[in-house]
């Protein structure tokens, strides 16, 4: 099987730490003020809300950019957040953990999974 047919999703991300949520100009829960690796500010969408903390307030994240070309309203945000960066610390050992925070990506992955036959005893299922 080659590499690329075991690949499930493709997500173009991009790293951001949350300043604020709900936003400090748009007060809705799922946007968050979000700092940039650069510096620049912008809006991004948590469709998670807090998620147990791991979309609030200094949380690092991982946002994909949303195309705003499938819609002719004008987005809020520019970006969904939709992966959260999580430091453990065990035993004096630190290490990253991704974990997915948006609930359409989850979806996303299943389907895919299903598509492809890599879940076991689930034949003909799409």
Do not use: Q
């Not at 968050?32 to 994240?61: Q, R, W, Y």
């Not at 065990?90 to 989850?106: A, C, D, Q, R």
């Amino acid at each position: 099987m080659e590499a690329s047919s075991k690949l499930l999703i493709k997500l173009d991300v991009i790293e951001g730490e949350i300043i604020k949520r709900p936003s400090k100009t748009c007060k809705t829960p799922y946007v968050a003020d979000v700092k940039m690796k650069d510096g620049t500010e912008i809006l991004g969408h948590s469709p998670s809300l807090g998620c147990c903390g791991l979309a609030d307030k200094e949380s690092n994240v991982l946002m994909t950019k949303i195309d705003e070309t499938r819609t002719n309203a004008k987005r809020v945000c520019s970006h969904r957040i939709d992966l959260s960066l999580y430091t453990e610390n065990e035993h004096e050992n630190e290490h990253e953990i991704v974990v997915g925070i948006n609930p359409k990506l989850g979806e996303t992955i299943a389907e895919e999974a299903l598509k492809k036959g890599f879940i076991l005893h689930l034949d003909n299922v799409i």
